[in-house]
């Protein structure tokens, strides 16, 4: 079953941006780029409402497995954030399935 949802979406693997930006991936990148840049050593936003805690960012898991995979992969944020969501989205049938 992943395999297949593999298949059906291997463009996503290798897609550093995409055609249509009409999500918040963008935000999303732009968070993993700089704990990219900073070596997660970032506790304030400073982009955002003059200023938070970067908990408060957005749910600070994706952001910080994106930059985690593209520091130890070697590759931009942006390419690692397509490819973490797309291994994501084929894993959620697959445990569909099996808590089924």
Known sequence: M???NACLIHRLFT???LKH??????SFIAISRLLV???????WWP???LG?????TYLPLLPMTVALYART???SAALSYHGVTA????LGSVTLFLMA
């Open 15 to 17: 897609a550093e941006y």
């Open 21 to 26: 930006l009409h999500s918040v991936e963008g």
């Open 52 to 56: 938070m805690p970067f908990e408060h």
């Open 87 to 90: 291994f994501f989205y084929c």
């Open 2 to 4: 992943f395999g297949l």
């Open 47 to 49: 982009f955002w409402n």
């Open 73 to 75: 992969a070697g590759i």
């Open 37 to 43: 840049e900073h070596s997660f050593h970032i506790g």
